[in-house]
């Protein structure tokens, strides 16, 4: 069990694409924790080992790796950049304690690390940039520089300054020490600062100490005087304010070649906390010490399950030391016992049995079959709540079915482990068109989910747009006589009504009303007219539940030995049947209240979006976010079928929405009533 105090947790975020893996990789080269770099497309690195990552070459779920950099041991959280994936992300991000944000020397790309950039500033997380592929063709570092700083800060600040860029990139200028490093592979020779970068470096040295001298008086003291601090005394304060998040570094790096990466491991050893310099707090805000000697406090951060081996809990020890055969108390679940099946270490796929684990490691816990995501796990009946990360509403849905009858029994048992591996993922049965639903957090997201269940699983689905759940109405009354009478040479059927049909206001749903007088239909035949008019109901002329109509049974019928419940069911339904056509019927369609909050540069194109759809826009109005606005209007629902989609291809993924029933409206008389999917 390694010293708390030696502990490094850290996950490796930013967009999609930005190189987080291949970073990842030749760190874990770099340090010796593996023997060669892995290809992505190959499927050999070490956090992006699923299926699915290697057919998309990109991740889909959170990797962990572990590498020891001299006395430091650094487990790493490799998270998927994808805004599909994000839930992902912000579960894993409890199990850690600081992060390297990845992003390509693109000025064009920085706006995309904006949600995950906000998360760890609400968090008031420890973070530094990584600007990757510096030997890419176009490679800007300046510009990505500038568009960091103008969008979260001037203490957004480098610490390091090329030298070279795309094929010409060769090393860099430390602006800490003021020297130099030349790369040879991952490998650094220390050398004179060039003479062609040595005044920018002068300059970006004054602005590394003027962003540290915010937060440290005795340093803006000396440089008004004019006074240059110590080596010692900067590089206190740069491990000191960013491991409070008063400073966020700027480095460079190739992951690719490995240029940077050794600056990148010092630099994750020296600035970022230790578990026991970064406590956590409950779900009271109350702090948790990061104490060996402590009871067991942990949460589950991510789930995974395996057919053959099956479940594994990967948890964030906060405080105790953990055995692996420990039995603890599951304080979500009102208490609950649960005993751990061993307790591992994660090399990606591989799983190194461990006898304990102390404060502030991250674990995997085997065989809780109960456990979920984001519960908090205690020794000794310790009563403390962990909060968890709020798992946003889902924005798109499949409609799912079993390609084979066989699997119509277990389609929704191992759906429900997919569910529990990523709880972003919803699973549920709609209410009128009766599907059985799978909702994410994009098309991406939910479409790997799919080929995940029939990898996993050997579950082949169909999947299909969800049916939106039209209704039907009637906007003219009637009066109609139904009766049924059939004999079969022994007691007949013989049910005789006259039922009135009505239009009631929008919403109203439907009302059944019993005004026989004298006995013409006997009471205890009026519940199975009733009865019959509801189920008559459920498919009107098109197909669609009828709803917001009143019916009246005001005469009819009966025989004293041939009428029965059944016969005046029936002749109720064929009344409905009947009587619809007469009173004019129309289609509903559902329309839902949509806000979309997007940056203001998208704003226009938003709205012009949901105009195209169909949409009354309400009001477009700023948010306590600066720059950021919520655009608000009524939409028909089946407009929004793949409407994240064209939303984040609209705004560069930063768009995103909510959505809640408002009303149904009849379906306008230029488009074609929809018919109801046989």
């Not at 906060?318 to 099946?341: M, N, P």
């Not at 599907?435 to 994410?440: A, I, N, Q, S, V």
């Not at 540069?601 to 477009?620: E, N």
């Not at 655009?631 to 028909?636: D, G, L, R």
């Amino acid at each position: 069990m390694a010293d708390i105090a030696r502990l490094r947790n850290i996950a490796f975020v930013g967009p999609h694409h930005a190189g987080k893996t291949t970073l990842v990789e030749a760190v874990l080269a770099h340090t010796g924790a593996i023997g060669r770099r892995g290809s992505i497309a190959e499927g050999s690195t070490v956090t992006d080992h699923e299926p699915e990552d290697v057919a998309h070459v990109q991740s889909t779920t959170v990797g962990f790796a572990h590498a020891t950099a001299d006395d430091v041991d650094i487990t790493i959280v490799d998270c998927p950049g994808f805004v599909d994936f994000f839930g992902e992300t912000k579960a894993a991000l409890c199990g850690v304690d600081a992060a390297v944000v990845v992003v390509e020397a693109d000025p064009g790309r920085v706006v995309q690390t904006q949600a995950v950039v906000d998360y760890l500033e609400a968090g008031r997380m420890p973070h530094l940039f990584v600007i990757n592929k510096m030997d890419r063709p176009g490679a800007d570092f300046a510009g990505t520089l500038a568009a960091l700083q103008s969008a979260y800060g001037r203490h957004v600040v480098a610490e390091q300054l090329p030298i070279g860029a795309a094929e010409q990139f060769q090393g860099y200028v430390d602006l800490a020490e003021m020297n130099a490093r030349r790369f040879d592979g991952d490998a650094e020779t220390e050398d004179a600062i060039p003479e062609d970068v040595h005044e920018q470096a002068r300059d970006a040295h004054g602005e590394l100490l003027e962003a540290m001298a915010d937060f440290d008086d005795h340093l803006m003291e000396e440089l008004l005087e004019g006074v240059e601090p110590t080596l010692e005394e900067v590089e206190r304060d740069l491990r000191t304010e960013c491991a409070h998040d008063q400073i966020v570094p700027v480095l460079v790096a190739s992951g690719a070649s490995g240029a940077g990466v050794a600056a990148l491991v010092r630099a994750m050893k020296k600035w970022f906390p230790s578990p026991a310099d970064a406590p956590k707090v409950d779900a009271e805000g109350r702090e948790i010490a990061a104490d060996p000697s402590g009871p067991v406090i942990a949460q589950v951060v991510k789930t995974t399950i395996h057919p053959q081996s099956g479940k594994l809990s990967i948890a964030r020890i906060l405080s105790g030391t953990l055995k692996s055969d420990a039995t603890l108390t599951d304080v979500t679940r009102d208490g609950e016992k649960v005993r751990l099946g061993g307790l591992y270490r994660l090399q990606g796929k591989k799983q190194e049995a461990i006898p304990e684990a102390g404060a502030g490691s991250l674990v995997a816990l085997a065989r809780l079959e109960a456990v979920a995501t984001g519960d908090t796990l205690t020794s000794n009946g310790h009563k403390v709540l962990l909060a968890r990360v709020p798992v946003a509403e889902p924005v798109f849905a499949v409609a799912v079915k079993p390609k084979e009858r066989i699997d119509e029994a277990k389609i929704s048992q191992m759906l429900a482990r997919i569910v529990d591996e990523d709880p972003a993922l919803r699973l549920q049965r709609a209410e009128i068109t009766h599907e059985l639903l799978l909702l994410g957090s994009g098309e991406q997201h939910v479409s790997i989910a799919v080929e995940r269940l029939s990898r996993k699983y050997k579950v082949d689905v169909d999947t299909a747009p969800p049916s939106i759940p039209y209704l039907e109405t009637i906007t003219g009354s009637a009066e109609i006589h139904s009766r049924y009478k059939h004999q079969t040479g022994g007691h007949g059927q013989f049910g005789d009504v006259w039922l009135r049909f009505e239009p009631r206001e929008r919403g109203a749903g439907v009302t059944f009303q019993d005004k026989i007088v004298g006995g013409v239909v006997p009471r205890q035949f009026i519940p199975a007219v009733e009865k019959g008019v509801r189920e008559a109901l459920a498919h009107g002329p098109g197909g669609h539940p009828i709803t917001d109509l009143h019916v009246t049974l005001f005469d009819g019928q009966y025989h004293d030995v041939d009428s029965s419940e059944q016969s005046f069911k029936t002749a109720a339904g064929m009344g409905v049947r009947d009587a619809l056509p007469k009173c004019n019927p129309v289609v509903l369609e559902p329309i839902v209240a949509v806000k979309v909050e997007v940056p203001t540069t998208y704003t226009s194109a938003v709205i012009q979006q949901l105009t195209g759809k169909r949409g009354q826009i309400l009001g477009m109005n700023p948010t306590d976010r600066p720059g950021v606005d919520v655009v608000e209007a009524y939409v028909p629902q089946v407009e929004l079928a793949r409407y994240i989609t064209e939303l984040r291809t609209a705004t560069q993924g930063l768009g995103t929405y909510s959505w809640r029933h408002e009303r149904y409206d009849p379906v306008p008389g230029n488009r074609a009533a929809p018919k109801a999917a046989v």
